[in-house]
């Protein structure tokens, strides 16, 4: 079945250093989505991507969707201590007629002030 | 706050014992989304509907889990004969579902559910 993986697991940065997360996925995707998910809370939506090779920006966040529609990126620029949490991404696509959105593992970003 | 709200947000069982969660999310949205979360997980598909209709249910789902939206609005999540294993937060999540729009998720709080 399709699957998504997420990389790495945990990241610790000090704050003001940058912040990379990738996502693959073993097939092709519809799209793909980023979630956000603080110590305590529910996953919270930041974006969807759509189009092959689309790359996306909120403030100091910057979504990029791979050519091939099977990888993902998320890059913080100067991390503040705001961004602790667990980035998810979820991949939609079509399964037997029916969209199913699967999560990657999460990345758990940790801070030091 | 994102408008979807669950109950209970905290249930506490002995194994054997059934237990029930529901979910209301956001008024308009036409698809409703059970997720399954484990400590240092992402969310685990469940099942899903499109109103009333139960359209995917997960392979990993086994027949003690049963889903219903008998309106198409609010949502119940039953698992009978629960096991320690079921231990997890249970997510409820909803989306507009409409062609054209994103399909972003709106996310509830979640019960969290402990079986001793």
């Known amino acids: 079945g399709q699957q998504v993986m997420q990389i790495p697991q945990y990241q610790h940065v000090q704050e003001g250093e940058d912040f990379t997360t990738y996502c693959n996925s073993s097939t092709t995707l519809s799209n793909i989505q980023w979630y956000k998910q603080r110590p305590g809370g529910h996953p919270v939506f930041l974006i969807q991507?759509?189009?092959?090779?689309e790359v996306k920006k909120q403030k100091r966040l910057t979504f990029q969707f791979g050519e091939a529609k099977k990888n993902s990126s998320l890059h913080i620029t100067a991390t503040q201590t705001t961004d602790v949490g667990t980035y998810f991404c979820?991949?939609?696509?079509?399964?037997?007629?029916?969209?199913?959105?699967?999560f990657g593992q999460g990345t758990r970003l940790t801070i030091n002030p | 706050d994102t408008g979807v709200s669950q109950n209970p947000r905290h249930k506490i069982t002995k194994r054997g014992q059934n237990v029930t969660f529901r979910c209301d999310p956001i008024s308009e949205h036409n698809r409703l989304y059970w997720y399954r979360q484990t400590l240092g997980q992402g969310p685990e598909f469940l099942t899903y509907f499109q109103n009333e209709a139960q359209l995917e249910k997960s392979r990993l789902l086994s027949d003690r889990f049963s889903a219903e939206r008998p309106k198409g609005s609010f949502s119940t999540l039953e698992i009978q004969r629960t096991e320690q294993g079921d231990s997890a937060m249970y997510l409820c999540?909803?989306?507009?579902?409409?062609?054209?729009?994103?399909?972003?998720?709106?996310f509830g709080p979640g019960t969290r559910l402990t079986v001793l």
């Open positions: 999540a909803s989306s507009p579902g409409r062609a054209g729009r994103y399909n972003e998720q709106f």
């Open positions: 979820a991949g939609e696509g079509v399964i037997q007629g029916a969209q199913k959105l699967v």
């Open positions: 991507l759509v189009k092959s090779g």
